[in-house]
């Protein structure tokens, strides 16, 4: 038995709560997995795993076990790492998911740069909005807009985005343009959906001007749960939409889209960077991060007034 393998293989079952998943991110066999986990208890002499049909939870001595890998797995990459100068040039595999505006419009136009810096750093980016499971799926991090609702992953506030909204020319030529954001709940106005997938329900707005303070949900005939989709279908003429500077300005430059409501303000929307609490930070996740933060400095700063234009 490697104790190297069978002690990366249980981190993994453990991270994953399944063999098979496990097995999948370590690119063995299910059967390779089971092996080095039984050699490893009857090594140990005790049993760090209870298997039921369902999920895989650790025993008492299994947790304590795991802590103590983790470490151990951290220090001998810190020591390959000073030993392959990788601190100074980092190296490896990077499992990430950010939202597909995002990877669109700013980090994929920046990776060349990215790359560049960095040329031994392999990113498996997914680009989705959908919730993910990090330490199940075994992901490093994710880009994530909106307040964290997860308190077992550790986040950093990389970036603020500046919300406003926007409707294109065909809308408001065939709908009128509306003055006041309540106008958009009559009847003949029509925004277009966006279904969160923390909650699969459209989501309301906060609008402020002065001392007023309004909650708009709209009607609409499209939702959609996807940022890109969002944006095309606002380009569509189906509806009013609310949409982050970096996604309006281009579309706003080139007469695709008209601001509406300027005099209004709405709450910036936090940016954050999540990874799981107990994985070692690796010098190219750092770098990633670093990366990350840089951009939306550029882009989306902390701190960035809300409303402003």
């Known amino acids: 038995m490697d104790r190297f393998d069978a002690m990366q293989a249980f981190v993994?079952?453990?991270?994953?709560?399944?063999?098979?998943?496990?097995a999948e991110t370590l690119g063995i066999s299910k059967t390779t997995v089971t092996?080095?986990?039984q050699q490893l208890e009857a090594r140990l002499r005790v049993r760090l795993l209870n298997r039921t049909t369902r999920k895989v939870i650790t025993t008492a001595d299994g947790t304590?076990?795991?802590?103590?890998?983790?470490?151990?797995?951290?220090?001998?990459?810190d020591a390959e790492n000073s030993l392959s100068e990788a601190t100074a040039s980092p190296r490896g595999k990077l499992r990430v998911d950010v939202p597909s505006p995002l990877a669109r419009m700013i980090l994929i136009p920046a990776l060349p740069a990215f790359h560049a810096r960095y040329p031994d750093i392999q990113l498996d980016m997914g680009v989705s909005d959908r919730m993910v499971?990090?330490?199940?799926?075994?992901?490093?991090?994710?880009?994530?807009g909106g307040e964290l609702t997860s308190l077992s992953l550790k986040a950093r506030h990389v970036g603020d985005l500046q919300l406003a909204m926007y409707?294109?020319?065909?809308y408001l030529e065939r709908m009128?343009?509306?003055?006041?954001?309540r106008e958009l709940e009559d009847p003949h106005h029509?925004?277009?959906?966006?279904?969160?997938?923390?909650n699969g329900k459209p989501f309301p707005y906060v609008m402020r001007s002065g001392n007023e303070i309004i909650r708009i949900q709209g009607r609409y005939v499209l939702s959609v749960d996807d940022g890109n989709a969002y944006l095309e279908a606002g380009l569509a003429g189906l509806g009013a939409l609310w949409l982050p500077h970096y996604m309006a300005k281009a579309h706003v430059a080139r007469g695709e889209l008209v601001p509406l409501f300027e005099t209004w303000q709405m709450d910036r929307m936090p940016l954050y960077l999540a990874f799981p609490p107990n994985r070692h930070v690796s010098a190219r996740?750092?770098?990633?991060?670093?990366?990350?933060?840089?951009?939306?400095?550029?882009?989306?700063?902390?701190?960035?007034?809300a409303g402003s234009r």
Do not use: N, Q
């Not at 029509?190 to 923390?198: A, C, D, L």
């Not at 990633?288 to 882009?299: K, P, Q, R, S």
């Open 12 to 22: 993994r079952v453990v991270e994953t709560g399944s063999f098979t998943k496990a």
């Open 35 to 37: 092996l080095l986990i």
């Open 64 to 77: 304590a076990y795991y802590e103590s890998a983790i470490r151990l797995l951290a220090d001998l990459d």
């Open 133 to 144: 499971d990090v330490i199940g799926e075994h992901v490093d991090c994710v880009v994530r």
């Open 167 to 170: 409707a294109a020319p065909s």
């Open 176 to 181: 009128g343009t509306p003055s006041h954001p």
């Open 190 to 198: 029509r925004i277009v959906g966006y279904v969160w997938s923390r």
């Open 285 to 305: 996740l750092r770098v990633f991060i670093d990366w990350i933060v840089e951009l939306m400095a550029e882009h989306a700063p902390v701190g960035h007034r």
